[in-house]
């Protein structure tokens, strides 16, 4: 028996006696241990096309490799079917899984329904030989096209396999927003947070930059000079809200939306001076913070909305500062280096990650906001710039020029499974991480 | 006054049909789609270096990396600017502040701003006034010259400046 089966095993007797819907596994996430989950072909219902079902199949399992905690079982080593035969039959025969090494099984049936599918599932633990939470569903809306929506299922699927292995959503089935010059200008553009699907959101033909995503994912703030100035506009899903976050003639740079109440914190130059301000979604209360006579951009929320860090270069070179909002009280964050740029708050709170150059190359690092203590995330030879976090804290979205041309990154918060998400996109930059849908 | 007025009507009509079902979204992201035809504005390219109704003879000045003051040798294209408005009487400009492509995208805005601000303000020290010259940074976003090379870099720390209809 390898010694992780037998720790495994030492683990497993110890957390027996506590009742939890969670698989018992001990994943060091240094030495990078994933869960192996046996994924059936899911049984097809009447008019099921088996197309369908094997790029659902697909993508389910990419959407679980994506989390960098799950991977695949070859069906090759399989004892047990390769589909779910029968899923109204809930029998499991532990045995044949757990003998390939397999820590679950994932099994279950995709069902046309009112128009639309319907996928339904069982997790098994076949260490413990236990259900692994209890079988569940998802059904797409009525649509013409079961191909566009089935990959979106299966990745929702598996992003709740992995919250059944470690207590935290998947993040597999969100959406990035980002900013490509592939058309010549720069277009805000959204993809999947494995890179599927790039999408074109504005289409003015002027400068876009900057995505921000409300809370709820349903809505954009971004900056364009479409109006001959730069300006912060809004966009929702469904053009619910489509216009300028504010009527006057100031220059706005970047509007950041507050992770709860609806506020934007607004990067706008007022008598000659770029500061920060806050002012609701509906473009009511606006209020300074920031008023020095040096530059202050780039705000970033803590996840309790109570504080914000930002760049200022009061200093004499653009530093990060950690302000309260309650208080007005405002302390340098970063003193090594004389660039530090694109602070991002992790939604953890644990983290601000920001690029800081060194000579002339810009680089990504992770700081503790209360202690300062600091760690580096990636670094390359040119440039990694503009962070961004994944919903779950987990992954950090970035821009790296080291092909070239710029692209978007992801990485995972312990610096692995780095891996490019735009290809032959143009020069991609300015991502943002929107959180889940529903 | 009342081009504005018109524009907002615009939005509030394009918010009210879309909003009352008819506009429905047809992108799979659920956004509206934006044509650059549906927009009232002019496309960029017209409004870049060269307008053809007014020979504008402004020259451009430079700046060190990271920063907004101006040399010796950007006072005295300032001076000679100064004087061709001076001389001009009926010239109005649009300065337009640019940084090279290294650092924050974010924060080069705001400092094409202050660049812009800065030759502005020796411009109306100098006896201009202020109400014919107006401002807009472009950050890193309009390079004159494309390349990551630091003679690329030094030609687009740089103040444009453009004649405006009065």
């Keep these: 028996m390898p010694a992780w089966l037998a720790a495994l095993w030492l683990l497993i007797a110890a957390a027996s006696a506590v009742a939890e819907d969670r698989l018992q596994v001990d994943v060091d996430q240094g030495a990078g241990r994933a869960y192996r989950v046996a994924v059936q072909h899911f049984e097809r219902g009447p008019g099921v096309d088996p197309e369908l079902e094997e790029r659902f199949h697909q993508a389910l399992i990419s959407g679980l490799e994506y989390s960098g905690i799950a991977e695949a079982v070859s069906p090759r080593a399989f004892l047990g079917p390769l589909e779910t035969r029968d899923y109204e039959d809930a029998s499991f025969q532990c045995d044949d899984w757990r003998a390939i090494g397999a820590d679950a099984l994932l099994q279950g049936r995709i069902e046309s329904a009112d128009a639309g599918l319907r996928i339904r599932f069982r997790l098994f633990d076949s260490v413990r030989c236990l259900p692994l939470g209890k079988p569940h569903r998802y059904q797409s809306e009525a649509g013409p096209s079961d191909a566009g929506r089935i990959g979106y299922l299966a990745r929702r699927l598996a992003d709740e396999v992995v919250r059944r292995f470690t207590g935290q959503r998947g993040v597999s089935s969100t959406q990035i927003a980002f900013v490509s010059d592939r058309g010549g200008n720069k277009e805000v553009f959204i993809m999947g947070a494995d890179g599927s699907a790039p999408t074109r959101v504005t289409g003015n033909g002027d400068i876009n930059l900057f995505p921000s995503w409300s809370p709820d994912a349903d809505s954009l703030a971004y900056t364009s000079y479409k109006s001959g100035r730069p300006d912060v506009w809004l966009l929702s899903r469904g053009a619910r809200r489509n216009g300028p976050l504010l009527g006057s003639r100031d220059a706005k740079y970047r509007g950041v939306w507050a992770p709860r109440n609806g506020d934007l914190a607004l990067v706008m130059s007022r008598e000659g001076n770029t500061d920060i301000y806050l002012v609701g979604e509906n473009g009511r209360g606006l209020r300074r913070v920031t008023r020095d006579r040096s530059i202050e951009t780039s705000p970033t929320w803590s996840p309790d909305g109570l504080r914000l860090a930002y760049v200022s270069d009061r200093s004499g070179s653009p530093q990060l500062y950690v302000r309260d909002l309650a208080s007005g009280k405002s302390r340098r964050l970063t003193f090594e280096g004389s660039y530090n740029a694109s602070p991002a708050w992790s939604p953890t709170g644990e983290w601000i990650v920001y690029a800081a150059r060194s000579g002339s190359n810009f680089d990504l690092y992770l700081i503790d906001p209360d202690s300062g203590y600091t760690r580096p995330l990636v670094s390359h030879p040119r440039q990694d710039e503009e962070p961004a976090w994944s919903p779950d804290g987990r992954k950090v979205a970035f821009v790296s020029s080291r092909r070239g041309r710029t692209d978007i990154y992801v990485v995972d918060v312990d610096g692995r499974n780095l891996r490019r998400l735009t290809a032959d996109f143009g020069n991609s930059s300015n991502p943002a991480w929107a959180s889940w849908l529903d | ?166």
């Design chain 2, 1 to 166: 006054m009342g081009q504005r007025l018109l524009m907002c009507l615009a939005l509030v009509a394009l918010v009210g049909c879309q909003t009352d079902g008819t506009g429905s979204p047809s992108s799979s992201t659920g956004f509206p789609e934006e044509s650059a035809s549906g927009s009232s504005e002019m496309p960029p390219a017209a409004r870049s270096s060269s307008e053809p109704d007014m020979d504008l003879q402004l020259e451009t000045v430079y700046f060190a990396y990271d920063r907004a003051s101006l040399d010796a040798g950007a006072r005295g294209i300032l001076r000679s600017n100064a004087e061709y408005l001076k001389t001009n009487s009926g010239a109005t400009a649009r300065i337009e502040g640019n940084c090279d492509s290294r650092g924050s995208a974010e924060y080069n805005l705001a400092l094409g701003e202050r660049r812009a601000l800065a030759a502005k303000q020796y411009l109306v020290d100098l006896g201009v006034d202020a109400s014919r010259l107006s401002t807009i940074s472009y950050g890193e976003e309009r390079p004159a010259v494309r390349g990551q090379t630091e003679a690329a870099f030094a030609k687009n720390r740089r103040d444009d400046f453009l004649p405006t209809a009065r």
